[in-house]
C-alpha cells in the first residue's frame, strides 16, 4: 500500500525504535568520565565513550536531517491529515521545544575542546553540522513543536531546506530505516548553502 492509498501521513516515517535522548544519554557517559578523580582513569574513561558518544550524536543528527526531509517529502504529496502525532493539541513551550538543539549546539562547541583535553588530539565536525542544528531549531520554532499541525499542508519548512526533487527523500529514509541507521541520512545533503 503506498504513501497516497494511506487515510492520511505519518507523522513519524518509523524514526522512534532508532534515537535515544542525546542530551540525557550523553550526559550519562561524561558523568561517568568525571566521577574519577585521577586524571589518568578520566582520560582512559573517555577513550572508552568518545566514539559511543560520537555515535550517539551523529545518529542524532540523522535523525534531524531525516525529520526535514521527511517533511519536505509530505509536502509534495496532496493535502492529507498527519497521523499520530503525539504533539498535537498539546501546550507549546518553546524553551522546552529547543533545549535539546541548543545542548547539541553546545557538545558542537565543547567536543572538540574535550577531544584535545582528554585524548590530546584535534576534531573538528564538519560546517553542516552546525547549520543542521540551526535549521532543524528553526523548523521546531516555526511550526511550535507541531502542537498544531493537522495537515501535511501546515507544515513550515525552512528556506535552506533542499525541497527540489523531495519525493526521492522517502527512498532514502526507507533505506536508512531498513539499515536501521540514520547517520545514513547526513550522506545526503538536505541544506543548501
Known amino acids: 500500500m503506498t504513501t497516497d492509498q494511506l487515510e492520511g501521513l505519518e507523522f513519524d516515517p518509523g524514526f522512534a525504535p532508532y534515537i535515544l535522548a542525546f542530551r540525557g544519554a550523553v550526559e550519562y557517559l561524561y558523568y561517568d568520565v568525571k566521577k574519577f578523580k585521577n586524571f589518568s582513569q578520566k582520560k582512559m ?4 565513550y568518545h566514539k559511543k558518544i560520537l555515535d550517539i550524536f551523529y545518529n542524532n543528527m540523522g535523525f534531524y536531517a531525516g525529520c526535514l526531509m521527511w517533511a519536505a517529502y509530505i509536502k509534495t504529496q496532496p493535502k492529507q491529515k498527519i497521523l499520530s502525532n503525539h504533539c498535537f493539541g498539546k501546550p507549546y513551550n ?5 533545549s535539546e538543539t541548543i545542548f547539541c549546539a553546545e557538545f558542537v562547541k565543547l567536543f572538540p575542546k574535550d577531544m584535545n583535553y582528554f585524548l590530546g588530539e584535534s576534531f573538528e565536525f564538519k560546517p553542516e553540522i552546525p547549520k543542521l542544528i540551526e535549521t532543524y531549531e528553526e523548523f521546531l520554532v516555526s511550526n511550535k513543536g507541531f502542537v498544531g499541525t493537522e495537515y501535511n499542508t501546515d507544515i513550515i519548512i525552512p ?4 525541497t527540489e526533487n523531495a519525493e526521492k527523500y522517502k527512498d532514502i529514509i526507507d533505506k536508512a530505516l531498513k539499515d536501521e541507521n540514520l547517520s545514513e541520512l547526513l550522506e545526503t545533503p538536505i541544506i543548501q548553502e
Open 45 to 48: 574513561r573517555f577513550r572508552q
Open 94 to 98: 518553546e524553551a522546552e521545544n529547543k
Open 159 to 162: 528556506d535552506c531546506v533542499i
